[in-house]
């Protein structure tokens, strides 16, 4: 197949107009293309006047593709390779079944492979099913009732379940392909595979993890859901089996040699169990921040222009990023358009805040976080969980703020910048569903995250006309964008207890439904090349 990039194509182009402007740029006849497969379309608005796609393709044609290629003389142009997935040979020796702790994207992943190659894993949820989830957390949101093991954070499909299902990434691998093509074949529409900026939205995933946990199960895995692990048997420095304790209170031991930890980045609780055990853990750099949230209709007109609403551009999203002079940089991150904030706690008398869309994104504000990075030297303790700790404080800053009563502390933008506590809300209504207390967001965060997002409103207020609107509503704390903490691992992917794969999100390894997936692969491909005989 021949790859052409960077196709110019007006908004309301169809296919067939894709395929004429595709046979012109290897300048061969439309009748010469046999097939044509969309790689990549993303927006191109950066002229309000003439927003328009651009598009990546693959087409397959008839005649000699080199000849057709080099005749083009268009750089952009070359040969395409499709990527095609292989699960490494199956090299287990060991009789035990394989655990996974976790059954976020990297636990269902992980248990994916593995369950296709026969292991058969045995899987461990501290949280509910997807649906008893979304009740679990509705009544949280309702009424004040916080289930600590089942909630945003905890439970089947893990934090993404609660998001804008964003599918965007920084990672550069080939495995990427193979998440979105499962995701696409478990029920997650098919532009997930070229667009810029793919999502699947809250409301599709659940019916997606639905359906991967069903075919695990088929294959002879198992899911078991509000079971915890509390505990790891350990001897000659490997990992022997695991203590759960199960919905009854009761606790059990399961038998292993491969453990793979999905953990959430709020799974603190564990954190600390694993320190005690034994497991080498290491600060690792994370982001604080708020979340911002502006009209949906003014983030569409600053990046479209007359040509917001326009059917098939959808809500407008942004990502933006600067360093202010002498300072720290700040950066947007889980922008959600059409969304809305989420309250996302797991400890009971804290508040942090997340940002979730569904699928339309046609919901009455966007927002996104405001982030900026904390370094190791400022959490305030040399401890591998000092980090955990600074989040813990920060949360519980949050709770008091907000009137200890699950509401999220909010301020205007315009209060913010001119050093006032709000006392009133402006235009812009929250969205937060456990309600919001207006006071100074600066009592909550640290003063050099706060000073910073200050500077970084009004640089970013220069690239998007209207983000430092002052009626914008700032709802704090975000505090778990990643991991305070990393467990560490060597080049079998394992820790100093070895049969332990420490993997994912929580662990230090990704950030994010795709990069997460991807290192559950890498995991399983780990246990199924089984070198554990060089450990001897």
């Known amino acids: 197949m021949i790859r052409i990039n960077e196709l110019k194509l007006p908004l309301d182009a169809d296919e067939f107009e894709l395929r004429r402007r595709a046979a012109k740029a290897v300048h061969i006849s439309e009748n010469c293309i046999d097939g044509l497969k969309l790689l990549k379309k993303a927006v191109d608005s950066r002229n309000k006047e003439n927003v328009f796609y ?35 040979v199956n090299k287990r020796k060991s009789l035990l079944r394989p655990v996974i702790v976790g059954f976020g994207p990297a636990g269902f992943f992980a248990g994916l492979i593995l369950a296709r190659e026969g292991l058969k894993p045995l899987i461990f949820e501290r949280g509910s099913d997807v649906n008893t989830r979304k009740k679990e957390v509705s009544v949280f949101w309702q009424s004040g009732k916080l289930n600590t093991e089942s909630n945003v954070q905890f439970g089947e499909g893990g934090a993404g379940t609660f998001s804008d299902g964003k599918l965007t990434t920084g990672i550069k691998d080939p495995l990427c392909l193979k998440v979105t093509s499962e995701l696409i074949s478990h ?28 075919e695990i199960i088929s294959l002879g895995g198992e899911v078991k859901f509000n079971t915890k692990m509390v505990d790891l048997l350990i001897a000659n420095n490997s990992i022997q089996g695991i203590t759960v304790r199960n919905p009854d209170g009761t606790t059990s031991d399961y038998e292993t040699d491969t453990l793979i930890l999905c953990l959430g980045n709020s799974a603190r609780d564990t954190f600390e169990m694993l320190f005690d055990k034994g497991l080498k ?27 917001a609403g326009y059917p098939g551009l959808g809500a407008a999203v942004y990502k933006m990023a ?11 991150f889980c922008m959600c358009p059409g969304g809305t904030v989420v309250a996302a706690m797991s400890e009971e008398n804290s508040v942090v805040v997340n940002g979730m869309s569904e699928y339309a994104r046609d919901g009455e504000n966007s927002n996104s976080a405001i982030l900026v990075g904390v370094e190791p030297g400022n959490f305030g303790g040399d401890g591998p969980l000092a980090g955990v700790t600074l989040q813990r404080e920060i949360e519980k800053k949050a709770f008091i703020e ?24 402006g235009s812009v209504r929250p969205t937060c569903p456990t309600g919001v207390e207006p006071g100074d967001v600066r009592k909550v965060l640290p003063q050099r995250v706060t000073d910073t997002i200050a500077d970084a409103l009004i640089r970013m207020d220069r690239m998007l006309k209207g983000f430092a609107l002052s009626d914008a509503v700032l ?29 994912g999100e929580g662990a230090g390894y990704s950030g994010g439904i795709v990069s997460s997936a991807v290192d559950g692969i890498r995991c399983a491909h780990a246990v199924l090349e089984d070198e554990s005989y060089n450990w001897y």
């Open 54 to 88: 651009i598009c990546n393709v693959a087409v397959s044609v008839k005649g000699d593709e080199n000849v057709i290629i080099k005749k083009s003389r268009n750089s952009k142009v070359s040969v395409y390779s499709d990527v095609k997935y292989e699960a490494p």
């Open 187 to 214: 029920g997650a529409p098919e532009e997930i595979a070229y667009s810029s900026t793919p999502h699947i939205g809250t409301d599709k995933l659940s019916g997606i993890i639905k359906s991967i946990r069903e």
């Open 281 to 307: 853990m290491m600060q690792k750099p994370f982001s604080i921040g708020m979340r911002i949230e502006h009209p949906r209709e003014l983030i569409d007109k600053a990046q479209y222009g007359d040509f």
């Open 322 to 332: 600067c360093h202010p002079e002498h300072g720290r940089g700040a950066y947007t």
């Open 402 to 425: 907000g009137g200890e009563s699950y509401a999220a502390p909010c301020q205007t933008v315009g209060d913010f910048l001119n050093g006032n506590a709000s006392k009133v809300l």
């Open 475 to 503: 709802t704090a704390p975000e505090t778990r964008s990643s991991s305070p903490v990393r467990i560490i691992r060597d080049d079998l992917l394992q820790s100093n207890i070895r049969g332990i794969y420490p993997c």
